[in-house]
């Protein structure tokens, strides 16, 4: 059975940092787009960060560009994401999910659609 | 950005009945680069539809999707009472960006 687990969430304080983790159980996470997608309480779904297929391209939403870093770790079989310089507006429960790319967006970056997800980890950004 | 609306943002059915659900962009997708899902309270969104009418693993048949460029629609033939959900559009064609979300709930 396919399972993205997903850690790492809790509660910091306005400008700190977080790390999330994502470990992928019979599914082997490198030579696919993962991405981090986020849901605010109560809101609907946005796409935050991601990799090419090929991994040696990442992508990140303007609402995070420069606080956020998207890695990956093959001989662990995860995916992480670095928030820094967080702010009250990140708190939401963060899903990692495939992407299975179709094509390459008018923006140049990987498009297509999550077909697997994690059970998310929440992250409150709070003093 | 590609902005996708969707309507009704709620819709009250009752089991058997026909939903369908809209979704329009602010702009042309391309062609039919458009996915739906399906989320639950508490879980994960659940991939239903991906290239605009092609029905992941899994879904059943009573799940179909339409359309191209700017209007989509996701129709649910009878439903069931597990379908009882919020339903949100995505594109790919231009960034990744959801739709809004459309709460389907028991009439």
């Known amino acids: 059975e396919v399972q993205l687990l997903a850690s790492g969430g809790g509660l910091v304080q306005p400008g700190g940092s977080l790390r999330l983790s994502c470990a992928g159980s019979?599914?082997?996470?490198?030579?696919?787009?993962m991405s981090w997608v986020r849901q605010a309480p109560g809101k609907g779904l946005e796409w935050v960060a991601g990799?090419?297929?090929?991994?040696?391209?990442?992508y990140y939403a303007d609402s995070v560009k420069g606080r956020f870093t998207i890695s990956r770790d093959i001989s662990k079989n995860t995916v992480s994401l670095q928030m820094n310089s967080l702010r009250a507006e990140d708190t939401a429960v963060y899903y990692c999910?495939?992407?299975?790319?179709?094509?390459?967006?008018?923006?140049?970056?990987?498009?297509?659609?999550?077909?697997?997800w994690g059970q998310g980890a929440l992250v409150t950004v709070s003093s | 950005e590609i902005v996708l609306t969707q309507s009704p943002g709620t819709l009250s059915l009752s089991p058997g009945e026909r939903a369908t659900l809209s979704c329009r962009a602010s702009q042309s997708v391309g062609s039919t680069y458009l996915a739906w899902y399906q989320q639950k309270p508490g879980q994960a969104p659940r991939l239903l539809i991906y290239g605009a009418s092609s029905r992941a693993t899994g879904i059943p048949d009573r799940f179909s999707g339409s359309g191209s460029g700017t209007d989509f629609t996701l129709t649910i033939s009878r439903l069931e009472p597990e379908d009882f959900a919020v339903y949100y559009c995505q594109q790919y064609g231009t960034s990744l960006t959801f739709g809004g979300g459309t709460k389907l709930e028991i009439k």
């Open positions: 990799f090419s297929g090929s991994g040696d391209s990442s």
């Open positions: 999910a495939r992407l299975i790319v179709e094509v390459v967006t008018t923006s140049m970056t990987p498009g297509g659609y999550f077909d697997y």
């Open positions: 019979g599914l082997t996470l490198s030579p696919y787009a």
